[in-house]
């Protein structure tokens, strides 16, 4: 007995999703297999009792008593400890965005500087920045670990698992994935966290100075380029909710991608433009105090963390350059596949 188009897509679509969890190994495609076959086995077992094809509706009560996509992935692939399947992806994500991404930064680009300036020696800084690199790590990692750990024992998770519903899987898109739902609300989080440290930094300098606030301040290029930044960190928080919101829409992840791109590069660029009609004495990004402009330690200081965030706006430039011409590489090689996939009107038959 031949299955329903739509009820047997249905179980392609949840394949699919669970390819996306699994990991790259030699073993995914005999996985799928194996589920597929005993997905598909329910279903004719079912019928059979029945004694007629099942809807859309039964279809997805078999699914979902299979479990969402990510459990599944996560119980048939390598087995994971103390943090479990369901929250395991964002967990993973989260540790690698503030490990990575937060502390290495803050330590290389400001941490570093500082204890090099207050030190005036090479080794002694590098030894220093590296072993409280080394604790921030440590604690962070172990700071997220507890607060998903405690989540994992608690019954807040369990309702992941059961509100979600095998209708609202995306249909099959052969060689492409799309970005995950958790990576997704992940980013829009950050991008709100964002935009509200952008806002209070004016008000409260102590968000991106810490201690050094007590003698360090704003240059004026912050100033001058304050409103074109916050508006980027609006582009990329409006980006994160359109892609939440909208899923189906799968040509605008990889074209708003291109247009953020695009916009932290100009602003980048007029910045470092501007840097180049400043007087040679002025320090652009950080000044003194009043109180401390008079101190040889702090000048030095100073001096230290702008030529570190001038470098780091430099390898900001470079990072965007190399971006961009990989997400534009992406973004055609998308349209090409959707051309590819319309298809072609049928020729006039001449008799």
Known sequence: ?????????????????????????????????????????????????????LDNREVSGILKRCGPPMVVAARLGPKKYLIGPTLYPIYSFVLKMVLFWILVPVFVFIVGPSTLASTGSWGEA????????????????????????ILERTPAHDAIAS????????????????????HTVCELAFNWFGLAWLLLVPHYPALIFGPAAAFLTLGPIWHRFYLPIVLYTVFALVRSALMLAKPQWS???????????????????????????MPYNLSPFVTLSDAARNSAQYIRVAAVVNVSVLIGLASSWLGFSIALVVQTWKFLQYFRKAARQQPRPTPLEVH
Do not use: C
């Not at 590098?126 to 750990?149: E, K, P, Q, R």
């Not at 040509?251 to 009609?277: A, Y």
């Open 251 to 277: 040509w605008f992840q990889p074209l708003s991608q291109v247009l953020q791109t695009v916009f932290g590069m100009v602003i980048l660029r007029f910045m470092l433009n501007q840097l180049g009609h």
């Open 163 to 182: 509100k979600w519903d095998p209708l609202s899987l995306p249909p099959v898109r052969k060689h492409e994935r799309k970005a995950s739902l958790a």
């Open 126 to 149: 590098m030894a220093s920045t590296f072993a409280n690199l080394w604790s921030g790590l440590f604690v962070a990692a172990g700071i997220i670990t507890l607060v998903f750990a």
């Open 1 to 53: 007995m031949s299955k329903p188009a739509n009820a047997m897509e249905l179980v392609d679509r949840y394949l699919e999703a669970v390819r996306f969890w699994l990991p790259k190994t030699e073993r995914q495609e005999e996985i799928l297999a194996e589920l597929g076959d005993d997905l598909r086995s329910q279903i004719e077992e079912r019928e059979s009792g029945l004694d007629r094809r």
